[in-house]
């Protein structure tokens, strides 16, 4: 009998090998840390959007969503404290001359070291201390520790001059900040509101990625609310729940779920807190943040580009600048999280070595809703005819070769929760089997009905 364990390995398997996520650049060798979405892999992602959209931007009063530029003006950078602060602390090993993350050759090393407390000088003693090894060559020889700044700078324009280094933003937060006059004048809100943005963000990262979780091209669905200093605390403890309670709604247990407060904050932030989820292989890993921005951000804005950004109470003339409450997801990890929990290997027969490979997905996450099969390819016609009605509501796929079970078998693989097959009865019942993916379990229903069937079980 094969190996049933759930692992990272098999889990990228099955995402290259069923068009989740492919390598970037493959046939040219690829870019590390870069991956690209294939056809399923952009539906699921896309799902994932809707329901944050649904939850954040259309459930929520008084919440917008913008879609600001990617290349900002660079001002922005220096006021946000990136062009400055944004950096890893980086060392090389002399003698084959890899370079790691300090922090992450200690909290290898040893995870109760807590490296993210420590400032540089004490990381460089504790590595020399500790002996710490270079992971690729095993020999005790790193320079000093230097700060690396992680955003990727480009240039505007045809030369090089250093007066036109422009970045590409290392998280959206910003584009909702430089935005927060429009949106309030423009939507003729007040305080408490929220802006939230979907959107890729760089980041020049030298670690080993572990497939998707750290890429140097990754998304963000930032939420930022903007309120009265003094209710900033109580709304960073409302949103870490409120997260908490997305992603189980997206299909996360509470169980593979947990809070990590920080000791080290960000320069942005008073209070900061993660959720994290436990990976298959990697073990614990972020894949979203809480941060209590107070008003370092706009205050920043305000000073840089000197334009006025407190606000006026409309009922008590009272000005301040607004405090942030940031909430940020990151997509591809949020995707990643919900292809590990998903992933299983059923054993059907031990005897057999029959195992069968399903992704529980939430339904309403999963990128094709139905397979759309008929029992012989001369019924093809008419199973035809009803993948071309269904489709006009949701993403369904039609599937005519190899056994039915076989079918079954290849769309469990990719988490489609429901078949549905025509067989020689439908030609004179008008009715089709429905097979379900986890239970399988079967019901008959009129081919009228199959729609609303669906439909009811793949909401979000
Ligand atoms: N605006 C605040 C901010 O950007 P962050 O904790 O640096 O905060 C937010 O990033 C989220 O973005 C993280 O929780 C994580 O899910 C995701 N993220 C950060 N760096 C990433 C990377 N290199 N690859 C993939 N996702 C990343």
Redesign the pocket.
Known sequence: MNNTEKTMDKIIALCKGRGFIFAGSEIYGGLANTWDYGPLGTRLKNNVKDAWRKRFIQERRNSYEVDADILMNPRVWEASGHVQSFSDPLLDCKECKMRFRADNLIDDFDPSAHADGLTKEQMFQYIKDHHIPCPNCGKHNFTDIREFNLMFQTYRGVTNDAKSIIYLR????QGEYVNYPNVLRSMRTKLPFSIGQIGK?F?N?ITPGNF?????E?E?M?FQTFCKPGDDLDLYAYFKEFGKKFFEDLGLPAENLRFHDHEKLAHYAKAAC?IEFLFPSLGWG????T?DRTDFDLSRHQEYSGQKLEYIDPFTAERYIPYIV?S???L??TVLALLCQAYDEEVVDAEKNDVRVVLHLNPAMAPIKAAVLPLSKKLGEKAMEIRDELAKSFMVEYDETGSIGKRYRRADEIGTPFCVTYDFDSETDGCVTIRERDSMEQVRIPISEVKDYIASRVQF
């Open positions: 290392p998280e959206n937060a963000a980041r990262e998707t979780f750290r890429t140097i990754f963000q930032e993660d972020e894949i979203n943040g941060h940031e940020t997801y990151g591809d990890r």
